[in-house]
C-alpha cells in the first residue's frame, strides 16, 4: 500500500473569473433548487419526458420501476430535502465577451462542498508568499460545508426524533473521505449523531416497521444521505431491493427517486425545449428568463424527424457538440471522432435514445500549474468549470429553505475533454473575480 493519505488536487493560482458571470451563476441557483422540485412533483412530467429513455436505459428504467412502486404506494414523507450542485462553464462569443452556461445539475451525491470549504485559505496563503497580498485578499469566502450540513440539520430537526440518525450511504472504499467528514463534522456540532454504512449493511440489518420508520443496525433513520448509488455499478439486486425498502420509508431521502429522476440529462433536454419552463413557473416569466439564459443548445435524439437531424447534424460537425449517456460521475460524455463511432452504430437503433446531444462550450483557456501527486510540475493550458450548491428543504407545500450553499471552481488540462476531480482529471480551485 503506498499512498494511504494524499492531499486532494488543486492549482497553484486562482483562476480568473468574470465577476458578472460568477454573480449570475450563484443568483439563479434558488429558481434552479425550485426547478428540480418542481419537476420532481410532476409525474406526468416525469413519465413523458423519460418514456424513451427508460425502455433503452436499463439502468434509467430501474429506478424508475423504483419511483412508480412508491407513487404507488403512496409517498409518506412530507419532508423533502435537496442538496445539489449545478454546473456551469463560461462559452466564448465571438466579441470576446463570455456567457454563462450550464453544462448539468447533480441532484445526487453531488461532492466537493467539504473540500471547496477549505481552498480558499491554501490560495489565500499562497498568494501571500507570492508577494500578492492585494489579490489574496480579493480571495472570497466560501462554506458550502455549513450551508448543506443546514439543509440536513433542517431536515432532521423537521424529522423530529433526537435519537435518530443520518445515515451516510457510502461505498466501501471512499477516496474522497474528507469531502464527507467536512459537512459530517458540521451535523455532530450540532448534535446530530451521524452513521456510515454501505447498501450491503442496509440489505442485512435495514428493516422498516409497521409506520414504515427506516431501522439499520438498530438504529432509527432520519435522513439518508445518498454519497452512492449513482451508478449502474453500485448496484447488486439485493442492493435495489435495499434503494427500494429505502425509499419506500418513512426516512427523508436525499435525494428522494423522484428528484434523482430530475437530474437525469434527458430530463435536462426536455427542459430546453419551448414553453416547458413556462409550465413550472407560470407567471414568472422572470425567472424562466434567467433559467433559460444558462441554457445550451440542447438536441433529442428519439426516433423520428426531430432525432434525425440532431444525428445529421452531429455527424456533419462532430467538434460542437457532446454526445451525453444518462450517467454521473465523470468521464461518460463522448467528444469528437467519438461521436461519429458512436451514432454510426445506433442511429438506425433505439439505442440513440439512450443519449442526448449538446453544444460543445468552447471556454478561453487560462494558464495555471496542477498540483497533483505523481503528475509532473508545468504549466498547462487549462479549462475551468464552476458549480454553485444548493440546499433546500421543502415540508409539504412550504419552502422552509431555499438557499445557494456556496461555489465550487475545479480546473483541468484543456487535453481532457471530460472528467471531474472524482474522476481523476479536474483538481480544486478558487475563482478571483476579474
Known amino acids: 500500500l503506498t499512498s494511504v493519505v494524499t492531499y486532494a488536487p ?35 412530467f416525469l413519465e413523458e419526458a423519460l418514456a424513451t429513455t427508460i425502455k433503452v436505459d436499463d439502468f434509467t428504467g430501474r429506478l424508475f420501476n423504483i419511483y412508480r412502486h412508491v407513487l404507488q404506494e403512496g409517498k409518506i414523507q412530507s419532508i423533502v430535502l435537496g442538496l445539489n450542485r449545478s454546473d456551469y462553464m463560461l462559452d466564448q462569443n465571438g466579441d470576446g465577451s463570455a456567457s454563462l452556461k450550464q453544462i448539468e445539475i447533480n441532484t445526487i451525491a453531488a461532492s466537493f462542498g467539504g473540500l471547496a470549504s477549505h481552498t480558499p485559505n491554501v490560495h489565500r496563503h499562497i498568494l501571500k508568499v507570492a508577494g500578492r497580498l492585494e489579490d489574496s485578499k480579493r480571495i472570497l469566502d466560501n462554506n ?44 455532530w456540532k450540532r448534535n446530530i449523531p451521524v452513521i456510515r454504512r454501505q ?13 414504515k420508520r427506516l431501522f439499520v443496525d438498530g438504529r432509527e433513520v432520519a435522513i439518508v444521505y445518498f454519497r452512492n448509488g449513482y451508478m449502474p455499478q453500485n448496484y447488486t439486486e439485493q442492493n435495489w431491493e435495499a434503494r427500494l425498502m429505502m425509499e419506500r420509508s418513512m426516512a427523508v431521502k436525499c435525494p428522494d427517486i ?18 416547458v419552463l413556462e409550465r413550472f413557473f407560470p407567471g414568472e416569466p422572470d425567472v424562466v428568463d434567467q433559467i433559460r439564459a444558462t441554457f445550451a443548445g440542447l438536441y433529442t435524439l428519439d426516433m423520428g424527424p426531430e432525432g434525425d437531424k440532431t444525428v445529421a447534424m452531429a455527424l456533419a460537425k462532430p467538434d460542437q457538440f457532446v454526445l451525453k449517456p444518462q450517467r454521473e460521475g465523470g468521464g461518460n460524455n463522448l467528444y469528437g471522432a467519438e461521436i461519429c463511432q458512436v451514432l ?91
Not at 10 to 34: I, M
Not at 172 to 185: A, K, P, T
Not at 262 to 275: F, H, S, Y
Request: proline share 4%; aromatic share 8%.
Open 344 to 434: 454510426e452504430g445506433v442511429k438506425q437503433s433505439t439505442e440513440r435514445m439512450a443519449y442526448i446531444l449538446m453544444d460543445k462550450v468552447q471556454p478561453r483557456p487560462v494558464h495555471n500549474y496542477l498540483l497533483r501527486l505523481g503528475t509532473p510540475l508545468k504549466l498547462s493550458t487549462c479549462l475551468s468549470e464552476l458549480g454553485v450548491f444548493g440546499a433546500y428543504v421543502r415540508h409539504g407545500q412550504d419552502m422552509v429553505l431555499n438557499e445557494c450553499a456556496g461555489h465550487l471552481l475545479r480546473t483541468k488540462s484543456d487535453e481532457h475533454s471530460d472528467g471531474g476531480v472524482a474522476a481523476g482529471v479536474a483538481v480544486l480551485d478558487n475563482p478571483l473575480l476579474v
Open 144 to 187: 458550502p460545508s455549513a450551508g448543506l450540513a443546514k439543509g440536513l440539520a433542517k431536515a432532521w430537526e423537521l424529522y423530529g426524533s433526537e435519537r435518530a440518525v443520518v445515515l451516510y450511504l457510502v461505498e466501501e472504499l471512499q477516496r474522497n473521505i474528507f469531502d464527507h467528514r467536512y459537512v459530517e463534522n458540521e451535523l
Open 258 to 275: 423522484s428528484t434523482h429522476l430530475a437530474g437525469t440529462k434527458k430530463v435536462q433536454q426536455e427542459l430546453a425545449r419551448p414553453g
Open 199 to 211: 447498501f450491503e449493511d442496509v440489505a442485512k440489518t435495514g428493516f422498516l416497521d409497521q409506520d
Open 10 to 44: 488543486f492549482t497553484l493560482f486562482p483562476s480568473p473569473v468574470p465577476k458578472d458571470t460568477f454573480h449570475q451563476a450563484l443568483a439563479v441557483q434558488t429558481h434552479y433548487n425550485r426547478l428540480v422540485d418542481k419537476i420532481s412533483q410532476d409525474s406526468s
